[in-house]
T-cell receptor, first 114, second 111 residues
Protein backbone atom coordinates (compact mmCIF):
# COMPACT_ATOMS: atom_id res chain seq x y z
CA UNK A 1 0.00 0.00 0.00
CA UNK A 2 1.33 3.43 -0.97
CA UNK A 3 1.79 5.47 2.16
CA UNK A 4 3.67 8.08 4.12
CA UNK A 5 4.38 7.09 7.70
CA UNK A 6 5.31 9.37 10.57
CA UNK A 7 6.63 8.47 14.00
CA UNK A 8 5.80 9.13 16.69
CA UNK A 9 2.16 10.07 16.23
CA UNK A 10 2.02 11.81 19.58
CA UNK A 11 4.85 13.27 21.62
CA UNK A 12 5.03 15.29 24.81
CA UNK A 13 8.46 16.64 25.66
CA UNK A 14 10.15 19.41 27.60
CA UNK A 15 11.90 22.55 26.46
CA UNK A 16 15.42 21.95 25.17
CA UNK A 17 15.31 18.18 24.81
CA UNK A 18 16.34 17.27 21.29
CA UNK A 19 13.87 15.22 19.31
CA UNK A 20 13.44 13.73 15.85
CA UNK A 21 10.20 13.06 14.02
CA UNK A 22 10.67 10.47 11.32
CA UNK A 23 8.97 10.43 7.93
CA UNK A 24 9.18 7.58 5.46
CA UNK A 25 7.52 6.93 2.09
CA UNK A 26 7.40 3.72 0.09
CA UNK A 27 6.63 5.18 -3.35
CA UNK A 28 10.14 6.11 -4.49
CA UNK A 29 9.10 9.77 -4.56
CA UNK A 30 11.68 12.44 -5.24
CA UNK A 31 9.87 15.27 -3.42
CA UNK A 32 9.25 15.38 0.33
CA UNK A 33 8.14 18.18 2.58
CA UNK A 34 7.30 19.08 6.18
CA UNK A 35 4.46 21.32 7.39
CA UNK A 36 3.10 22.50 10.68
CA UNK A 37 -0.57 23.26 11.29
CA UNK A 38 -1.70 25.71 13.96
CA UNK A 39 -5.17 27.08 14.76
CA UNK A 40 -5.67 30.43 13.11
CA UNK A 41 -2.45 30.13 11.08
CA UNK A 42 -3.25 27.13 8.92
CA UNK A 43 -0.64 24.93 7.30
CA UNK A 44 2.83 26.37 6.84
CA UNK A 45 5.74 24.76 5.06
CA UNK A 46 8.88 24.19 7.13
CA UNK A 47 11.33 22.55 4.72
CA UNK A 48 11.19 20.66 1.48
CA UNK A 49 13.48 18.36 -0.46
CA UNK A 50 13.57 17.91 -4.21
CA UNK A 51 15.78 14.83 -4.01
CA UNK A 52 18.50 13.14 -1.98
CA UNK A 53 20.90 15.66 -0.45
CA UNK A 54 18.80 18.58 -1.78
CA UNK A 55 16.82 20.52 0.82
CA UNK A 56 15.46 24.05 0.97
CA UNK A 57 13.62 26.31 3.38
CA UNK A 58 9.90 26.81 3.43
CA UNK A 59 8.14 29.69 5.15
CA UNK A 60 8.93 28.78 8.77
CA UNK A 61 12.29 26.97 8.99
CA UNK A 62 13.56 28.60 12.18
CA UNK A 63 14.24 26.10 14.95
CA UNK A 64 14.11 23.07 12.65
CA UNK A 65 16.62 20.96 10.75
CA UNK A 66 16.14 18.30 8.13
CA UNK A 67 18.27 15.83 6.24
CA UNK A 68 17.70 13.70 3.15
CA UNK A 69 20.33 11.01 3.06
CA UNK A 70 18.05 8.39 1.56
CA UNK A 71 15.24 8.85 -0.89
CA UNK A 72 12.60 7.27 1.33
CA UNK A 73 13.34 9.12 4.58
CA UNK A 74 13.07 12.78 5.53
CA UNK A 75 13.42 13.28 9.30
CA UNK A 76 12.54 16.54 11.03
CA UNK A 77 14.91 17.49 13.84
CA UNK A 78 14.20 19.91 16.67
CA UNK A 79 17.53 20.40 18.41
CA UNK A 80 16.21 22.59 21.21
CA UNK A 81 12.42 22.52 21.19
CA UNK A 82 10.50 25.44 22.63
CA UNK A 83 6.81 25.77 23.59
CA UNK A 84 6.07 27.75 20.42
CA UNK A 85 6.88 24.61 18.43
CA UNK A 86 3.87 22.87 19.94
CA UNK A 87 1.89 22.00 16.84
CA UNK A 88 0.53 19.34 14.52
CA UNK A 89 3.17 18.29 12.01
CA UNK A 90 2.60 16.71 8.61
CA UNK A 91 5.05 15.11 6.22
CA UNK A 92 4.19 14.79 2.53
CA UNK A 93 5.69 13.31 -0.60
CA UNK A 94 5.08 13.30 -4.34
CA UNK A 95 6.86 12.26 -7.49
CA UNK A 96 7.92 15.75 -8.54
CA UNK A 97 6.60 18.50 -6.29
CA UNK A 98 4.56 21.14 -8.07
CA UNK A 99 4.07 19.15 -11.26
CA UNK A 100 2.40 16.23 -9.52
CA UNK A 101 -1.34 16.28 -8.99
CA UNK A 102 -1.25 13.91 -6.04
CA UNK A 103 0.56 14.85 -2.87
CA UNK A 104 0.58 12.07 -0.27
CA UNK A 105 0.34 13.23 3.32
CA UNK A 106 1.21 11.34 6.45
CA UNK A 107 -1.27 11.04 9.34
CA UNK A 108 0.36 13.78 11.39
CA UNK A 109 2.43 14.04 14.57
CA UNK A 110 1.01 15.99 17.46
CA UNK A 111 3.86 17.55 19.42
CA UNK A 112 3.54 19.26 22.77
CA UNK A 113 6.56 21.07 24.21
CA UNK A 114 6.23 21.95 27.90
CA UNK B 1 5.46 37.51 0.53
CA UNK B 2 2.70 35.43 -1.00
CA UNK B 3 -0.56 35.42 0.97
CA UNK B 4 -3.45 33.08 0.27
CA UNK B 5 -6.93 33.92 1.50
CA UNK B 6 -9.99 31.71 1.45
CA UNK B 7 -13.57 32.90 1.69
CA UNK B 8 -15.81 31.99 3.39
CA UNK B 9 -14.09 30.62 6.48
CA UNK B 10 -17.04 28.33 7.10
CA UNK B 11 -20.07 27.27 5.12
CA UNK B 12 -23.10 25.20 6.03
CA UNK B 13 -25.47 24.04 3.30
CA UNK B 14 -28.26 21.49 2.85
CA UNK B 15 -27.56 18.39 0.84
CA UNK B 16 -27.94 18.78 -2.91
CA UNK B 17 -26.84 22.40 -3.19
CA UNK B 18 -24.20 23.55 -5.63
CA UNK B 19 -21.56 25.64 -3.93
CA UNK B 20 -18.50 27.74 -4.60
CA UNK B 21 -15.41 28.13 -2.46
CA UNK B 22 -13.14 31.08 -3.14
CA UNK B 23 -9.39 31.47 -2.97
CA UNK B 24 -7.29 34.55 -3.68
CA UNK B 25 -3.53 35.06 -3.73
CA UNK B 26 -1.49 38.23 -3.71
CA UNK B 27 1.32 37.38 -6.13
CA UNK B 28 0.22 36.17 -9.57
CA UNK B 29 3.67 34.71 -10.34
CA UNK B 30 2.66 31.24 -9.28
CA UNK B 31 3.82 27.93 -10.61
CA UNK B 32 0.61 25.96 -10.06
CA UNK B 33 -2.43 25.97 -7.75
CA UNK B 34 -3.82 23.01 -5.89
CA UNK B 35 -6.95 22.21 -3.89
CA UNK B 36 -6.93 19.77 -0.97
CA UNK B 37 -9.41 18.30 1.41
CA UNK B 38 -8.76 17.62 5.11
CA UNK B 39 -11.02 15.46 7.23
CA UNK B 40 -11.00 15.94 11.01
CA UNK B 41 -7.97 14.35 12.66
CA UNK B 42 -6.47 13.27 9.35
CA UNK B 43 -3.93 14.30 6.78
CA UNK B 44 -4.69 16.03 3.52
CA UNK B 45 -6.06 14.51 0.34
CA UNK B 46 -5.24 16.02 -3.04
CA UNK B 47 -8.29 17.05 -5.07
CA UNK B 48 -7.25 19.03 -8.13
CA UNK B 49 -4.08 20.57 -9.52
CA UNK B 50 -4.34 23.48 -11.96
CA UNK B 51 -1.19 24.36 -13.83
CA UNK B 52 -0.55 28.07 -14.28
CA UNK B 53 -1.22 27.82 -18.02
CA UNK B 54 -4.62 26.21 -17.48
CA UNK B 55 -7.98 27.83 -16.76
CA UNK B 56 -9.75 24.93 -15.07
CA UNK B 57 -9.69 21.29 -14.02
CA UNK B 58 -12.54 18.88 -13.39
CA UNK B 59 -12.83 15.70 -11.40
CA UNK B 60 -16.26 14.19 -10.92
CA UNK B 61 -18.46 16.73 -9.13
CA UNK B 62 -15.54 19.08 -8.56
CA UNK B 63 -14.47 21.86 -10.87
CA UNK B 64 -11.65 24.25 -10.10
CA UNK B 65 -10.92 27.40 -12.06
CA UNK B 66 -7.90 29.66 -12.09
CA UNK B 67 -7.61 33.30 -13.09
CA UNK B 68 -3.94 33.91 -12.58
CA UNK B 69 -3.95 37.57 -13.62
CA UNK B 70 -6.53 38.50 -11.00
CA UNK B 71 -5.10 36.16 -8.38
CA UNK B 72 -8.23 34.07 -7.93
CA UNK B 73 -9.34 30.47 -7.95
CA UNK B 74 -12.71 28.91 -7.25
CA UNK B 75 -13.69 25.37 -6.33
CA UNK B 76 -17.16 24.45 -7.48
CA UNK B 77 -18.85 21.45 -5.85
CA UNK B 78 -21.97 20.20 -7.60
CA UNK B 79 -24.83 18.43 -5.86
CA UNK B 80 -23.20 18.47 -2.45
CA UNK B 81 -23.43 15.42 -0.18
CA UNK B 82 -22.89 14.94 3.57
CA UNK B 83 -19.69 13.05 2.72
CA UNK B 84 -18.31 16.29 1.26
CA UNK B 85 -18.14 17.75 4.78
CA UNK B 86 -14.50 18.61 5.45
CA UNK B 87 -12.07 21.49 5.38
CA UNK B 88 -11.07 22.56 1.88
CA UNK B 89 -7.64 24.08 1.43
CA UNK B 90 -6.30 26.11 -1.45
CA UNK B 91 -2.52 26.17 -1.92
CA UNK B 92 -0.22 27.88 -4.42
CA UNK B 93 3.08 26.54 -5.64
CA UNK B 94 5.52 29.43 -5.71
CA UNK B 95 8.21 27.29 -7.28
CA UNK B 96 8.77 23.64 -7.99
CA UNK B 97 8.97 22.90 -4.28
CA UNK B 98 7.60 25.80 -2.24
CA UNK B 99 3.93 25.60 -1.26
CA UNK B 100 1.79 28.18 0.54
CA UNK B 101 -1.63 27.32 1.95
CA UNK B 102 -4.74 29.33 2.67
CA UNK B 103 -6.45 28.85 6.02
CA UNK B 104 -9.23 26.79 4.57
CA UNK B 105 -13.01 26.73 4.32
CA UNK B 106 -14.85 24.46 6.75
CA UNK B 107 -17.75 22.92 4.84
CA UNK B 108 -20.70 21.23 6.50
CA UNK B 109 -23.32 19.56 4.33
CA UNK B 110 -26.35 18.52 6.34
CA UNK B 111 -28.91 15.93 5.23
Amino acid sequence: EAQVTQNPRYLITVTGKKLTVTCSQNMNHEYMSWYRQDPGLGLRQIYYSMNVEVTDKGDVPEGYKVSRKEKRNFPLILESPSPNQTSLYFCASSQQGASTDTQYFGPGTRLTVL
Amino acid sequence: KQEVTQIPAALSVPEGENLVLNCSFTDSAIYNLQWFRQDPGKGLTSLLLIQSSQREQTSGRLNASLDKSSGRSTLYIAASQPGDSATYLCAVWLSYGKLTFGQGTILTVHP
